[in-house]
């Protein structure tokens, strides 16, 4: 009787063991075939990739170079400006480095800058361009910035910062550590797309634009983040501009963040009064650009940004 037991528990164990096998391989075969996926099919990933390479060789301008600026921002940069045509018009005030995420913010950017500096990068102005909204929501991009923008360490800080219960720490540092814990909602939304016609406007639907605080509490969140950014460059050698795209029905929201720019000692560019653009220049959810739009923004900018870079305080950091 006691030999049967003995053999029962030997077999269940053996199974067992098979079961982990089993599992182990399927684990490491899902996650090779999500980096395959992800650096053969992923626009997204290829394009920020190549900015991010690019951007973390930045180094200050010799004599007679033009000022190096890094660029970084969300889809209302991505879709606002014409990077080409402002590289154009541009190219003998300054050397333009943009990097653009997606659905990203101020936490985004204060740790990819943070990654950015630590590998090397050494722009001579940072421009930081994500938009009132989302410069103040308290969030991060699930999917590649954990993987791109973010070490272990820096996962834990925002983690901290954002005040992540257990479960939600866990997601980060899985995203941090596997590709396919980190784009498998770019999976899911790509299957979708090809499933579901239009479903992309079915997202305007569903993802409603971050909302705006007003008055003291509008100050009490934006100047500690702007000091915050303005220190982190200060530190590395270069001098921050906060830039502010239009969107539709902005204006309010635009003066607060003008005012906090102000008091944090950030400045500020806002090439184009929101009053200016009417509905016909935005994409349907009224936040995004259109073709037409993008080109007033992108030639309005190059006019406005040159003269901020090339200032006294900007060569005081060369």
């Known amino acids: 009787m006691r030999l049967s037991i003995s053999d029962s528990k030997s077999t269940a164990l053996a199974y067992a063991k098979i079961l982990v096998g089993i599992c182990a391989v399927l684990m490491i075969a899902i996650e090779i075939s999500s980096i395959y996926l992800l650096k053969h099919d992923s626009l997204t990933y290829a394009r920020v990739s190549r900015q991010y390479d690019e951007a973390v060789k930045t180094r200050p301008a010799g004599p007679g170079e033009p000022p190096c600026v890094l660029m970084v921002g969300n889809s ?9 045509r402002l590289q154009a018009l541009t190219s003998a005030s300054m050397r333009i480095y943009p990097v653009f995420l997606e659905a990203t913010g101020y936490y985004d950017w204060l740790y990819g800058l943070r990654r950015l500096f630590r590998e090397g990068a050494r722009p001579q102005v940072v421009v930081v361009g994500v938009g009132v909204n989302y410069f103040l929501e308290n969030g991060v991009r699930q999917d590649y910035a954990p993987m791109l923008f973010f070490d272990a360490r820096d996962t834990l800080a925002v983690a901290s910062d ?13 995203a941090h550590s596997s590709t396919f814990w980190d784009t498998r909602s770019a999976i899911r939304t790509q299957i979708l797309r090809r499933v579901v016609p239009h479903v992309e406007d079915l997202f305007l639907l569903v993802n409603s634009r971050p909302a705006v605080p007003e008055g003291r509490e509008f100050e009490e969140i934006a100047i ?7 220190e982190l460059c200060e530190a590395h050698g ?8 239009p969107t539709l029905s902005s204006e309010s929201a635009v ?3 003008a005012y906090a720019a102000h008091t944090a000692g950030v400045e500020i560019s806002v090439p184009i009064d929101p009053t200016a653009l009417s509905a016909k220049f ?6 995004h650009l259109n073709p037409e739009g993008a080109v007033l923004f992108t030639s309005a900018l190059a006019k406005d940004l040159p003269g901020r870079v090339l200032t006294n305080d900007t060569l005081a950091f060369r």
């Open 282 to 287: 935005y994409q349907p959810d009224g936040m």
């Open 224 to 230: 500690p983040r702007l000091r915050r950014l303005r």
């Open 162 to 174: 954002l005040h992540l219960d257990r479960t939600a720490t866990s997601n980060l540092l899985l």
């Open 238 to 245: 270069a001098k921050l501009i906060l830039l502010v795209p």
């Open 76 to 84: 209302l940069l991505l879709q606002g400006v014409k990077v080409d």
């Open 255 to 257: 003066n607060q963040m």
